[in-house]
Nanobody
Framework: QVQLIESGGGLVQTGGSLRLSCAAS????????MAWFRQGPGKEREIVAA????????YYTNSVKGRFTISRDNAKNMMWLQMNSLEPEDTAIYSC????????????????????WGQGTQVTVSS
Protein backbone atom coordinates (compact mmCIF):
# COMPACT_ATOMS: atom_id res chain seq x y z
CA GLN A 1 0.00 0.00 0.00
CA VAL A 2 1.16 3.52 -0.84
CA GLN A 3 0.23 6.54 1.25
CA LEU A 4 -0.32 9.73 -0.72
CA ILE A 5 -0.43 13.33 0.47
CA GLU A 6 -1.34 16.22 -1.83
CA SER A 7 -0.40 19.84 -1.39
CA GLY A 8 -0.35 23.05 -3.38
CA GLY A 9 -4.02 23.79 -3.79
CA GLY A 10 -5.51 27.21 -3.16
CA LEU A 11 -7.44 30.17 -4.53
CA VAL A 12 -6.29 31.70 -7.80
CA GLN A 13 -7.75 34.08 -10.35
CA THR A 14 -8.68 33.08 -13.88
CA GLY A 15 -5.54 32.77 -15.96
CA GLY A 16 -3.37 32.04 -12.96
CA SER A 17 -1.21 29.03 -12.18
CA LEU A 18 -0.84 26.46 -9.43
CA ARG A 19 1.48 23.52 -8.93
CA LEU A 20 0.08 20.54 -7.09
CA SER A 21 2.39 18.06 -5.42
CA CYS A 22 1.77 14.47 -4.39
CA ALA A 23 4.17 12.83 -1.95
CA ALA A 24 4.20 9.05 -1.77
CA SER A 25 5.34 6.92 1.15
CA UNK A 26 5.02 3.35 2.27
CA UNK A 27 5.47 0.58 -0.30
CA UNK A 28 7.28 2.84 -2.75
CA UNK A 29 9.78 0.16 -3.73
CA UNK A 30 7.11 -1.34 -5.96
CA UNK A 31 6.28 0.11 -9.36
CA UNK A 32 3.13 2.18 -9.54
CA UNK A 33 1.42 4.24 -12.20
CA MET A 34 -0.13 7.46 -10.97
CA ALA A 35 -2.80 9.94 -11.86
CA TRP A 36 -4.58 13.12 -10.85
CA PHE A 37 -8.35 13.08 -10.54
CA ARG A 38 -10.70 15.92 -9.69
CA GLN A 39 -14.25 16.29 -8.45
CA GLY A 40 -15.99 19.59 -8.99
CA PRO A 41 -19.11 20.80 -7.16
CA GLY A 42 -22.03 18.58 -8.07
CA LYS A 43 -19.93 16.57 -10.50
CA GLU A 44 -18.56 13.07 -10.62
CA ARG A 45 -14.87 12.40 -10.12
CA GLU A 46 -12.99 12.57 -13.40
CA ILE A 47 -9.47 11.86 -14.49
CA VAL A 48 -7.32 14.88 -15.24
CA ALA A 49 -3.96 13.35 -16.14
CA ALA A 50 -2.14 10.05 -15.80
CA UNK A 51 1.50 9.00 -15.97
CA UNK A 52 3.27 5.69 -16.31
CA UNK A 53 5.85 4.40 -13.85
CA UNK A 54 8.66 5.38 -16.21
CA UNK A 55 7.19 8.83 -16.74
CA UNK A 56 7.56 8.41 -20.49
CA UNK A 57 3.86 8.00 -21.18
CA UNK A 58 1.24 10.51 -20.13
CA TYR A 59 -2.46 11.15 -20.70
CA TYR A 60 -4.50 14.35 -20.40
CA THR A 61 -8.21 14.82 -20.55
CA ASN A 62 -9.15 17.10 -23.44
CA SER A 63 -10.16 20.07 -21.31
CA VAL A 64 -6.66 20.46 -19.82
CA LYS A 65 -4.45 19.63 -22.80
CA GLY A 66 -1.93 22.38 -23.40
CA ARG A 67 -2.56 23.89 -19.97
CA PHE A 68 -1.62 21.17 -17.46
CA THR A 69 1.56 19.10 -17.21
CA ILE A 70 1.96 15.94 -15.15
CA SER A 71 5.41 14.81 -14.05
CA ARG A 72 7.07 12.56 -11.49
CA ASP A 73 10.41 11.84 -9.86
CA ASN A 74 10.59 8.25 -8.64
CA ALA A 75 13.81 8.87 -6.72
CA LYS A 76 11.95 11.45 -4.63
CA ASN A 77 8.63 9.56 -4.58
CA MET A 78 6.94 12.67 -5.89
CA MET A 79 4.43 13.57 -8.58
CA TRP A 80 3.34 17.03 -9.69
CA LEU A 81 0.63 18.69 -11.70
CA GLN A 82 1.55 22.07 -13.14
CA MET A 83 -1.66 23.93 -13.94
CA ASN A 84 -1.52 27.03 -16.10
CA SER A 85 -4.20 29.27 -17.61
CA LEU A 86 -6.64 28.15 -14.96
CA GLU A 87 -10.34 28.59 -15.59
CA PRO A 88 -13.31 28.63 -13.19
CA GLU A 89 -14.28 25.23 -14.62
CA ASP A 90 -11.09 23.83 -13.10
CA THR A 91 -12.44 24.46 -9.60
CA ALA A 92 -12.48 21.09 -7.84
CA ILE A 93 -10.92 18.90 -5.22
CA TYR A 94 -7.84 17.35 -6.82
CA SER A 95 -6.66 13.95 -5.66
CA CYS A 96 -3.66 11.88 -6.59
CA UNK A 97 -3.89 8.12 -6.97
CA UNK A 98 -1.49 5.21 -7.37
CA UNK A 99 -1.88 1.84 -9.12
CA UNK A 100 0.57 -0.98 -8.48
CA UNK A 101 1.86 -2.28 -11.78
CA UNK A 102 4.39 -4.66 -13.29
CA UNK A 103 4.99 -2.60 -16.41
CA UNK A 104 6.93 0.59 -16.91
CA UNK A 105 4.94 2.05 -19.77
CA UNK A 106 1.27 1.78 -18.85
CA UNK A 107 -1.03 4.41 -17.42
CA UNK A 108 -4.58 3.86 -16.23
CA UNK A 109 -7.67 6.01 -16.63
CA UNK A 110 -10.42 4.57 -14.45
CA UNK A 111 -10.99 5.28 -10.77
CA UNK A 112 -11.51 1.54 -10.39
CA UNK A 113 -7.89 0.94 -11.42
CA UNK A 114 -6.51 2.81 -8.45
CA UNK A 115 -6.29 1.37 -4.96
CA UNK A 116 -4.39 4.12 -3.19
CA TRP A 117 -5.69 7.68 -2.89
CA GLY A 118 -4.70 10.90 -1.23
CA GLN A 119 -7.09 13.02 0.79
CA GLY A 120 -7.36 15.71 -1.87
CA THR A 121 -6.52 19.39 -2.13
CA GLN A 122 -8.97 22.15 -3.00
CA VAL A 123 -8.37 24.27 -6.09
CA THR A 124 -10.63 27.29 -6.52
CA VAL A 125 -10.43 29.53 -9.59
CA SER A 126 -12.25 32.83 -9.31
CA SER A 127 -13.65 34.63 -12.34
Amino acid sequence: QVQLIESGGGLVQTGGSLRLSCAASGRTSSKYAMAWFRQGPGKEREIVAAISWSGANTYYTNSVKGRFTISRDNAKNMMWLQMNSLEPEDTAIYSCAAHSTLVNWAYYLSTADYGDWGQGTQVTVSS
